[in-house]
């Protein structure tokens, strides 16, 4: 089984991203987690995976507009959802997010 983790960044404000909601699915849909990000935008307690293809979603309308940012209706983002695989077993995956109300990026972390 692979170990995975996540660290949600805002750009907007230049800080780590506390209080962000997230879901850990398998690619069927089947939910596997569920958490919100701590004070340094991360998110203990993620399962163990095997190898396949699994999404993470992060509700990040709700969080910028628990920190007063004013969105416009409907946000230009609400939920970001990546979809990622899981190739290798015994290894660690680290999905990172970077995220502003207008736009996000992602990349395999260490």
């Known amino acids: 089984m692979s170990s995975l983790s996540t660290h949600v960044l805002d750009t907007a404000h230049g800080r780590p991203a506390a209080g962000v909601a997230l879901t850990l699915t398998t690619a069927a849909g089947e939910a596997l987690f569920a958490g919100v990000t701590d004070a340094d ?30 969105l416009p209706d409907p946000p230009f983002l609400d939920v970001v959802a990546i979809d990622f695989g899981i190739a290798k077993a015994q290894a660690h995956y680290h999905v990172p997010l970077l995220v502003s109300p207008y736009g996000y990026s992602t990349y395999r972390g260490s």
């Open 41 to 70: 935008g991360r998110c203990p307690g993620m399962p163990p995976l095997a190898p396949g293809r699994y999404r993470l979603s992060f509700g990040v309308a709700a969080y910028f507009a628990g920190c007063g940012v004013a």
